[in-house]
């Protein structure tokens, strides 16, 4: 397996690139600590590429992630066509996943959450900067330290969250 130190980001680009565009935006902020290797800077797609070639490209970037982040917004649940796709190759190919919920909600959102990660090992966070990088920086370790038995969605405690100041 080559080596992964890619981030993948999962989101409905046509409700949530604003979620996406604030990630990208507190990376290139020398004054906020935040950054993530992104996925989506290899092989750029254009608007005219078929959905074999998309799929074909989603799989490349995937092959060099490290981590998946799943962007939870009011329709990401009801995307069959790449987000549950992506989901999917994710699990197939044992990638971990950080569900990041956009109305902040600290645990499974189980009106929002999509169904294919519902109930799987999956880590829920809100979209806050300090809470993402921790779970960037964390959550792919222990999901590689998991026993056969652990299962379940994951949340981090208050304790977290009241180290980083939130």
């Known amino acids: 397996m080559s080596y992964r130190n890619k981030t993948y980001v999962i989101f409905d680009g046509d ?8 990630m990208r935006g507190w990376k290139a902020n020398e004054h906020v600590d935040f950054d993530f290797f992104d996925a989506h800077d290899l092989k750029p797609l254009t608007d005219r590429a078929g ?9 490349d970037r995937l092959s060099n992630t490290k981590q998946a982040l799943v962007l939870i917004g009011e329709k990401t649940k009801n995307l069959y066509r790449f987000v ?20 902040g909600k600290r645990t499974q959102d189980n009106d929002l959450c999509p169904l294919i990660i519902r109930d799987t ?43 980083l100041g939130l």
Request: charged share 35%; net charge positive.
């Open 15 to 22: 409700e949530d690139m604003w979620a996406y565009r604030f």
């Open 51 to 59: 959905e074999d070639t998309v799929k074909r490209r989603l799989r």
């Open 84 to 103: 549950r796709w992506e989901l999917e190759t994710c699990h197939n190919l044992d990638i971990p996943i950080i569900a990041v919920n956009l109305n």
């Open 121 to 163: 090992y999956v880590v829920h966070i809100p979209f806050k900067l300090k809470i993402i990088q921790y779970a960037l920086d964390n959550f792919p370790d222990e999901y590689r330290r998991r026993k056969p038995q652990d299962s379940g969605p994951r949340v981090y405690n208050d304790s977290v969250y009241e180290k």
